[in-house]
T-cell receptor
Framework: QQQVKQSPQSLIVQKGGISIINCAYE??????FPWYQQFPGKGPALLIA?????SEKKEGRFTISFNKSAKQFSLHIMDSQPGDSATYFC?????????????FGKGTKLSVIP | NAGVTQTPKFQVLKTGQSMTLQCAQD?????MYWYRQDPGMGLRLIYY???????DKGEVPNGYNVSRLNKREFSLRLESAAPSQTSVYFC???????????FGNGTRLTVT
């Protein structure tokens, strides 16, 4: 079974600090790795995504680092703010055999304290 | 600019009752999806519709049926609700199967 393992389950970071969430996958055929952000009472929203042909992608304070050989990718939130407090999901998808299903990690609840 | 609209927002059912969750998108997207979200389990795909007229099973389809009514609407039906189906259900859409997902705000379903 395709799996994406996400850690930690919860994370508390002080305002201005760096938040780091890690994900590991098993299927080497995965070719798309998005991160979703979810606020309470809302649906997840795409935050940032990367494909395996690059090792890093940065959008503002959010950076994905990708290590193909280790089958790991991580989300770094620089200068974390209380408004970043949310649940973050990593995901992976492979585009083979007519299947385009996203497999999600179990989520990380981030709390940024002032 | 509604995006993906789900109804109802909340629902309580008794075991054995049936109901249909409704989803509509106004982004002219081709693909639509139903996920369930349970504490500590992430999001799991129930069914999806890659394009109008097609539906396929996801990871956890048992106990559910879907209908892609037209390009805009994709409904999820529980024929005989069970307590194990207590969850938050999210509908999502995307321009194509390899495009980013846009989620609705969910339906919180409790089965007693």
């Amino acid at each position: 079974q395709q799996q994406v393992k996400q850690s930690p389950q919860s994370l508390i970071v002080q305002k201005g600090g760096i938040s780091i969430i890690n994900c590991a996958y098993e299927n080497t055929a995965f070719d798309y790795f998005p991160w979703y952000q979810q606020f309470p009472g809302k649906g997840p929203a795409l935050l940032i995504a990367i494909r395996p042909d690059v090792s890093e992608k940065k959008e503002g304070r959010f950076t994905i680092s990708f290590n193909k050989s280790a089958k790991q990718f991580s989300l770094h939130i620089m200068d974390s703010q209380p408004g970043d407090s949310a649940t973050y999901f990593c995901a992976a998808r492979y585009s083979g055999a007519g299947s385009y299903q996203l497999t999600f990690g179990k989520g990380t609840k981030l709390s940024v304290i002032p | 600019n509604a995006g993906v609209t789900q109804t109802p927002k909340f629902q309580v059912l008794k075991t054995g009752q049936s109901m249909t969750l409704q989803c509509a998108q106004d982004m002219n997207h081709n693909s639509m999806y139903w996920y369930r979200q349970d504490p500590g389990m992430g999001l799991r795909l129930i069914y999806y519709s890659a394009s109008e007229g097609t539906t396929d099973k996801g990871e956890v389809p048992n106990g559910y049926n879907v209908s892609r009514l037209n390009k805009r609407e994709f409904s999820l039906r529980l024929e005989s609700a069970a307590p194990s189906q207590t969850s938050v259900y999210f509908c999502a859409s995307s321009e194509g199967v390899s495009s980013p997902l846009h989620f609705g705000n969910g339906t919180r379903l409790t089965v007693t």
